[in-house]
T-cell receptor, first 113, second 115 residues
Framework: GEDVEQSLFLSVREGDSSVINCTYT??????LYWYKQEPGAGLQLLTY?????DMKQDQRLTVLLNKKDTHLSRRIADTQTGDSAIYFC?????????????FGSGTRLLVRP | DGGITQSPKYLFRKEGQNVTLSCEQN?????MYWYRQDPGQGLRLIYY???????QKGDIAEGYSVSREKKESFPLTVTSAQKNPTAFYLC??????????????FGPGTRLTVL
């Protein structure tokens, strides 16, 4: 099936780490993405990870991929109020001769001062 | 600057009227997409186009129509047949759909409200 699952809401205190998890169902997914959406705006790519990688790190952002369990997570260290947004996980799957993105429902992150 | 533009940002429609949402990109991308976003439901694909003069239905195409006469433009018409059109509509583009890495670039969105 084609389904990407995320929890709907997460609240953390400023300065803490925030972890958002995602479960996808297609183990043949090639790339997985994290997008960020600020209120009333479009989505912006935060990062991506190729399926043969376990981890990717960029400054405060760490992405972990467990391909065996089809589980993806994104951790932000020292979370700031500016990180408050909706975060979407997406997987790229091959269908026929092309690839499509399947998005999760999004996790709304609220960072409390 | 390259990017995707959508207009208008806010749109109000009376019941029974058709309305067209604009989407333009200058990224030279072949593929373009329309998504609908409702609270707590993420993004649902309405239509997509892989090339000029070609488009395919997505998961929720009923009540919508599109055209792709130019590479840069992919307008979406919300018809009176769409039973619940109030939503946030997002347009996106990608280089093409034949690549495993197919990052999609999104426009700022149009919020449609039916009065």
């Amino acid at each position: 099936g084609e389904d990407v699952e995320q929890s709907l809401f997460l609240s953390v205190r400023e300065g803490d780490s925030s972890v958002i998890n995602c479960t996808y169902t297609d183990s043949s997914s090639t790339y997985l993405y994290w997008y960020k959406q600020e209120p009333g705006a479009g989505l912006q790519l935060l990062t991506y990870i190729f399926s043969n990688m376990d981890m990717k790190q960029d400054q405060r952002l760490t992405v972990l991929l467990n391909k065996k369990d089809t589980h993806l997570s994104r951790r932000i260290a020292d979370t700031q109020t500016g990180d408050s947004a909706i975060y979407f996980c997406a997987e790229s799957i091959r269908r026929d001769s092309s690839y499509k993105l399947i998005f999760g429902s999004g996790t709304r992150l609220l960072v409390r001062p | 600057d390259g990017g995707i533009t959508q207009s208008p940002k806010y749109l109000f429609r009376k019941e029974g009227q058709n309305v067209t949402l604009s989407c333009e990109q200058n990224l030279n991308h072949d593929a373009m997409y329309w998504y609908r976003q409702d609270p707590g439901q993420g993004l649902r694909l309405i239509y997509y186009s892989q090339i000029v003069n070609d488009f395919q239905k997505g998961d929720i195409a009923e009540g919508y129509s599109v055209s792709r006469e130019k590479k840069e433009s992919f307008p979406l018409t919300v018809t009176s047949a769409q039973k619940n059109p109030t939503a946030f509509y997002l347009c996106a583009s990608s280089i093409d759909r034949g690549r495993a890495y197919n990052e999609q670039f999104f426009g700022p969105g149009t919020r449609l409200t039916v009065l």
